[in-house]
């Protein structure tokens, strides 16, 4: 059974890893926030503007509580997931976490270009989105560092993991397509 499950603030990387380790791995790649809104059949920012934060950390929820029944998978959760409802304790039971560290900098340079989707961040100028990010990373590096692997800048690319990966579960996978 191959469950990796790429966790970090938005923007970090985690769908555009995801989504190349999963290939790398032969397994299904899966989008939480892509997911939530194909059942939902709204945008995340429809949800957040319909439900709330609450509703939505609810969909979250229930879409990780979903997960125990499949196999294998690299997910990519949203940026909030591990952050609520005893989540980060729940992803740890369920697969391999990996936890996609950046600084607050970084992330606000990364993220200053999409703002809109993000409904947390939308209007925010780029001063005010450092010190949002500052704040909320603070609080939520916590849950994050509970995660089985915490992962270094250099350990953020789909060969690097792949290594770590069939390091720490060496028979757990379907040989690689060529
Ligand atoms: C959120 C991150 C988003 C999305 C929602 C809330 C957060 O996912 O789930 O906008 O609370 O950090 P990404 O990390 O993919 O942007």
Same mark, same amino acid.
């Given at each position: 059974m191959t469950r990796i499950i790429l966790i970090g603030f938005m923007g970090c990387g985690k769908s555009t890893l995801g989504k190349k380790l999963a290939k790398r791995l032969n397994v299904p790649f899966i989008d939480s926030d892509k997911e939530i809104e194909a059942i939902q059949q709204r945008?995340?920012? =429809?949800?957040f503007g319909e439900h709330g934060e609450s509703g939505f950390r609810e $969909? *979250? /929820? *229930?879409f990780i509580s979903s997960l125990e029944l499949k196999d294998d998978f690299v997910l990519a959760t949203g940026g909030g997931t591990p952050c609520f +409802? +005893?989540? $980060? /304790?729940q992803l740890n039971k369920i697969g391999s976490t990996f936890y996609l560290e950046r600084s607050a900098k970084e992330l606000a340079h990364r993220l200053a270009h999409s703002k809109?989707? !993000?409904?947390?961040i939308v209007g925010l100028s %780029? =001063? %005010?989105l450092l010190t949002f990010i500052e704040e909320k990373l603070s609080v939520r590096s916590e849950f994050y560092k509970k995660a089985?692997?915490?992962l270094? !800048? *250099? *350990?953020?690319?789909p060969d690097e993991l792949e290594k770590l990966i069939r390091l720490l579960q060496p028979h757990s996978h379907s040989p690689q397509k060529s």
């Open positions: 945008t995340i920012g =429809e949800i $969909m *979250e /929820a *229930e +409802n +005893n989540a $980060m /304790a809109t989707k !993000r409904p947390l %780029d =001063e %005010d089985s692997v915490i270094t !800048r *250099e *350990e953020q690319t």
